[in-house]
């Protein structure tokens, strides 16, 4: 009898603990599917957006991880509101490599950030996010985090952009914008889809380095009233496949980025020789 009652005892925590398992991956499918139509809401409707400004160097060991990452990012974030923009300092280039992108005026531009920011330096590889927020380029998760939470935020001002007309020297480019004040200024950079360089010397030497969306040029332009037009330059070697537009409005008090569009040169624009 004792043998008995033990087995049946046994057959009932069996039964019991089965039941339990099946109770708690019910609760867990559940969460999943929420979780998973959450984050397709979030995906499908987004509000906001995103501009992730990166400042890099080929003359940076740290800066590669943090190249390949926007690189993921812009893959995945074709359909969104997702603008990124790769500004290659100067600052690195006395350690042994000069960086064909670098330009002083990037430099002083994360500088700007590093006053608006109250950080006491500048590094890279640094990301920021609408003009807000910044973190080691590298860091996935924050990255990602940053993104989500800017695409869920309803912008303050509207930017559209469109690309009129293109001729060896320069891209003539409408605008059009709605919920500026007096402390908004637009920013046009023109932006090299993606790159390689062989670096020889310095802390990547040796190493063939990959880029996307390099900032060849940026320019500010005065806003006068809602909309009007911008001639930005083009360089040697412009091709209108490898190349875009990304327009930022920037509260000149902050730092803040309000509003931000992307043009797209395309082959039946009209252009002239």
């Not at 925590?13 to 984050?39: E, M, P």
């Not at 009007?228 to 083009?234: P, R, T």
Request: hydrophobic content about 40%; some cysteine.
């Amino acid at each position: 009898m004792k043998t008995q009652n033990l087995i049946c005892k046994d057959m009932r925590s069996i039964k019991i603990f089965a039941l339990a398992a099946f109770l708690v991956t019910a609760a867990l499918s559940a969460t999943a599917f929420i979780n998973v139509k959450l984050l397709n809401n979030i995906s499908n409707d987004n509000k906001g957006f995103a501009v992730i400004e990166l400042f890099t160097s080929e003359g940076c060991s740290s800066c590669p991880p943090a190249d390949a990452l926007v690189a993921k990012i812009q893959k995945e974030s074709r359909d969104k509101p997702v603008y990124i923009l790769a500004y290659h300092v100067d600052y690195w280039n006395r350690l042994g490599w000069k960086d064909q992108f670098s330009s002083a005026e990037y430099s002083k531009r994360q500088n700007d950030y590093a006053d608006y920011l109250h950080l006491k330096t500048v590094y890279t590889p640094q990301i920021v996010v609408n003009g807000k927020t910044e973190f080691v380029g590298s860091e996935e998760n924050t990255l990602r985090n940053a993104i989500k939470n800017s695409l869920q935020k309803a912008p303050i001002a509207q930017l559209n952009l469109n690309i009129l007309k293109t001729n060896q020297n320069q891209a003539t480019i409408k605008y059009n914008i709605e919920g500026t004040d007096k402390n908004t200024t637009l920013l046009i950079a023109l932006v090299q889809k993606n790159a390689q360089t062989k670096v020889e010397r310095g802390e990547n030497g040796g190493r063939t380095l990959s880029h996307v969306q390099i900032v060849r040029k940026l320019q500010r332009f005065p806003l006068n009233g809602n909309s009007g037009q911008a001639n930005v330059a083009l360089p040697n070697g412009f091709s209108q496949d490898k190349w875009e537009i990304i327009g930022l409005l920037q509260n000149t008090s902050t730092g803040a980025v309000t509003g931000a569009s992307r043009a797209v040169f395309l082959t039946n624009v009209n252009a002239s020789k």
